[in-house]
């Protein structure tokens, strides 16, 4: 089946440790993003990526990194400058802008739980 | 800054009525989208909206859009319980979606 894979579902950090949580896609999608989500509220967007090699900031890129070596892969690491991790994280992907109207929603995957221990 | 407003923020409805959640924005954007969440779980694409004018329905959900207003509205009608989830808009603008803060919706027996 199509979709969007995030793995793990729970992670757990320590402090002063860096995590990375990964996101696969076989979609075919150019543009991958991640978003955070904390409780009660909406999706804050982190790092997106249109094509390989290349990723922009988002509004709360600081205390994360990204890479897309890949079109289906676009990690997330969360480093040890992000003092407060805990949150909800969403990755998603769109196809090509223009020709199919489909190919404009931006598809999520089921989340990764990020808690610090 | 795009900024994108939702409301009301919570919403207890009884089954069998109609309501309508109201998303407000800031500046003109490409394109307006829809999306449910249900608890714990990931975003559901819901609608997709272009233009001015543009309606959509699905089942019980119906999104409007009038970018005169910067204004989308989801009306739902005749509430049922597999309705209760959390509900938000989002506005597209170059590469980008600027989130709602959520509508969170419970259906009442």
């Known amino acids: 089946d199509g979709g969007i894979t995030q793995s793990p579902k729970y992670l757990f950090r320590k402090e002063g440790q860096n995590v990375t949580l990964s996101c696969e896609q076989n979609?075919?999608?150019?543009?991958m993003y991640w978003y955070r989500q904390d409780p009660g509220q909406g999706l804050r967007l982190i790092y997106y990526?249109?094509?390989?090699?290349?990723?922009q900031k988002g509004d709360i890129a600081e205390g994360y990194s990204v890479s897309r070596e890949k079109k289906e892969s676009f990690p997330l690491t969360v480093t040890s400058a992000q003092k407060n991790p805990t949150a909800f994280y969403l990755c998603a992907s769109r196809g090509l802008a223009g020709g199919n109207l489909a190919k404009n929603i931006q598809y999520f995957g089921a989340g990764t739980r990020l808690s610090v221990l | 800054e795009l900024k994108v407003e939702q409301n009301p923020l919570f919403l207890s409805m009884q089954e069998g009525k109609n309501y309508t959640i109201y998303c407000n924005y800031s500046t003109t954007s490409d394109r307006l989208y829809w999306y449910r969440q249900d608890p714990g779980k990931s975003l559901e694409s819901l609608f997709v909206l272009l233009s001015n004018g543009a309606v959509k329905q699905e089942g019980r959900l119906m999104a409007s859009l009038d970018t005169k207003a910067r204004l989308s509205t989801l009306h739902i009608t005749a509430a049922v319980h597999d309705l209760s989830a959390t509900y938000f808009c989002a506005v597209g603008r170059n590469e980008k979606l600027t989130f709602g803060t959520g509508t969170r919706l419970t259906i009442i027996p």
């Open positions: 979609l075919n999608h150019d543009a």
């Open positions: 990526s249109q094509i390989v090699n290349d990723f």
